[in-house]
């Protein structure tokens, strides 16, 4: 079996939060959290925004740059740290939130780990 990534999607939240904001609640300066970890801002999505609707997005995007459908795709991998929820997996919800078909009984609901 032979697979390929034709194309990739994104889609992040609005909300930007920076280290600036973070340090004063975690007793920190800034620089000290990007010492630590490497990261400058990062971006918190609202309580009523799952993970599988940010990845619906993202595959809506991705079929549109590839210029396929997704009656094209045999597969949905979703690779996520954060998840709707253990069970059952995002990919299943993320699924219903795009125009994304029903796939056969082979397929990976979810993947838990981003590492592939």
Known sequence: ???????????????VV??????????????QIVKSSGIKERRWAQPSTSTSQLAAEALNMALQEAGISSADIDYLILGTMTPDRFVPGSARKCKRHSDYLPLGPTTFGALRSVAL
């Open 18 to 31: 920076s280290n600036e904001e973070l340090a004063s609640q975690l007793g920190l300066f800034p620089e």
């Open 1 to 15: 079996m032979t697979a390929f990534v034709v194309a990739s999607g994104l889609a992040l939240p609005d909300q």
